[in-house]
């Protein structure tokens, strides 16, 4: 056989290593590193929350929401991007989709 030709260590390794894959399901060949995506919820009205704080969107972000709505009222839209794009990356983070 040709497992007579290899060294015993390396023989040794190679049966370690296949019981540890086999015992452990996260290394597996094809299993993924990246955890699932937690599922879209719904308030009672039917408008979604978000994935991981469960809040609706009016109530998720108030930090950002609060400035970025300040800028507006001051500065007009056009000039409050940055604080537009702080929101809307915010909101992405708490698993809304915003465009």
């Known amino acids: 056989t040709r497992a007579s030709f290899v060294a015993p ?23 993924s590193e990246s955890k699932a995506e937690p599922p879209i919820t719904y308030d009672k009205d039917g408008k979604q929350l978000g994935r991981y704080s469960g809040k609706k969107i009016c109530c998720s972000c108030p930090e950002t929401k609060s400035k970025r709505d300040e800028c507006v009222v001051v500065n007009g839209e056009d000039k409050c991007s940055d604080f537009i794009e702080a929101h809307k990356t915010c909101l992405r983070k708490e698993g809304f989709t915003v465009n």
């Open 9 to 31: 260590r390396v023989v040794d390794l190679l049966k370690h290593s296949a019981s540890d894959v086999s015992s452990n399901p996260r290394r597996r060949m094809g299993a």
